[in-house]
């Protein structure tokens, strides 16, 4: 026996041979069993998707707002150490102000006079 | 528009993807029915079987490590249960079309007569091993090729022909007196 006789003679096995349309309602009885699977999935899958993001809210939230009260406090007291920081120190305003004869006379002659901070230093250690 | 590959079908499946699932059982459904043929030999349980196999691979899907290879792992499945499905019942007597996918069937002396055709085959099919049976049905109903056989039954492709060969050969003296009834209509 041929090959192709063979092989046509086994088609009499399909259950399709002489019924047209049997795999498509064999699919469809295998579907309407397999719904209520595929709804319990795909609401697994929703959940899943909720659990990560409320996970990451639940995580990321605590985790900012930590952050953001640690900026404020180290703000707050760095501001409270140095008032004056940032604020850059004027030589004019220094002399404008009310110096000595003395004072101004020995922090030019004296050993203040190396530098302008040394001077400054002296000046302002000097006020009365 | 592309085909999508088992792996890609599989993920979506996993999350509930009807369409996905579907598309599965569409290319499967009749490879299954070969397998399940080929263990059980009775047309209304290997249906039962297949259908059964669908339900536990659904719900078993995350067990598909290597989604890849879905159609072994299917099939082993199907294989399993066609399996169960013998030692769990005793087999009723006589085949039947099943009732419900068979609605628009031929008329009931063809359909006596298919089941004699049927059951004659049958007979010369119990004759082969349940590998033969399997590689015969797939390889001449299914139109796989050998190659396919081989990477889905996971077994070396020369031991895939060498089946096929020798299921052949006794099928060749075993259906020798059929040659009339071929393609009945």
């Keep these: 026996m041929k090959n192709e006789r063979r092989v046509a003679l086994l088609r009499v096995l399909d259950p399709a041979h002489e019924n047209p349309g049997y795999w498509e309602r064999f699919r469809a009885e295998i579907m309407e069993r397999a719904a209520f699977e595929l709804a319990r999935r795909r609401e697994l899958a929703r959940e899943s998707v909720e659990l990560v993001l409320s996970g990451w809210s639940r995580?990321?939230?605590?985790?900012?707002?930590?952050?953001?009260?640690?900026?404020?406090?180290?703000?707050?007291?760095?501001?409270v150490r140095d008032p004056g920081a940032g604020v850059p120190l004027v030589l004019e305003d220094v002399l404008a102000?009310?110096?000595?004869?003395?004072?101004?006379?020995?922090?030019?002659?004296?050993?203040?006079?190396?530098?302008?901070?040394?001077?400054?230093?002296?000046?302002?250690g000097n006020r009365p | 528009m592309r085909e999508r590959s088992d792996a890609e079908l599989v993920t979506r499946a996993r999350s509930g993807h009807a369409e996905s699932f579907g598309e599965l059982v569409r290319?499967?459904?009749?490879?299954?029915?070969?397998?399940?043929?080929?263990?059980?030999?009775?047309?209304?349980?290997a249906e039962d079987a297949v259908q059964e196999s669908f339900m536990v691979a659904l719900q078993r899907l995350e067990d598909c490590r290597n989604p890849d290879r879905?159609?072994?792992?299917?099939?082993?499945?199907?294989?399993?249960?066609?399996?169960?499905?013998?030692?769990?019942?005793?087999?009723?007597?006589?085949d039947q079309i099943p009732a419900s996918a068979s609605n628009a069937g031929p008329s009931p002396e063809k359909a006596a007569s298919l089941a004699e055709l049927r059951e004659g085959l049958?007979?010369?099919?119990?004759?082969?091993?349940?590998?033969q049976r399997e590689i015969v049905l797939l390889h001449d109903l299914e139109g796989w090729k050998h190659s396919e056989i081989a990477e889905r039954?996971?077994?070396?492709?020369?031991?895939?022909r060498s089946h096929l060969h020798?299921?052949?050969?006794?099928?060749?003296?075993?259906l020798s007196g059929w040659r009339d009834h071929l393609a009945p209509s």
């Design chain 1, 59 to 79: 995580s990321l939230i605590p985790v900012a707002l930590a952050a953001a009260v640690i900026a404020a406090i180290l703000v707050s007291s760095e501001a």
């Design chain 2, 166 to 174: 020798f299921a052949r050969k006794a099928l060749r003296v075993e």
């Design chain 2, 122 to 131: 049958q007979e010369a099919l119990n004759k082969l091993s349940e590998v």
């Design chain 1, 97 to 124: 102000t009310d110096i000595s004869d003395e004072v101004l006379e020995t922090a030019i002659t004296g050993e203040a006079h190396a530098s302008p901070v040394a001077f400054m230093a002296f000046v302002e």
């Design chain 2, 27 to 45: 290319r499967y459904q009749q490879p299954a029915f070969s397998i399940a043929l080929s263990v059980i030999g009775r047309h209304q349980n």
């Design chain 2, 153 to 160: 039954l996971g077994m070396p492709s020369g031991t895939v």
């Design chain 2, 70 to 94: 879905f159609a072994g792992w299917f099939l082993t499945i199907v294989r399993n249960r066609s399996r169960n499905l013998i030692r769990r019942e005793s087999l009723r007597s006589g």
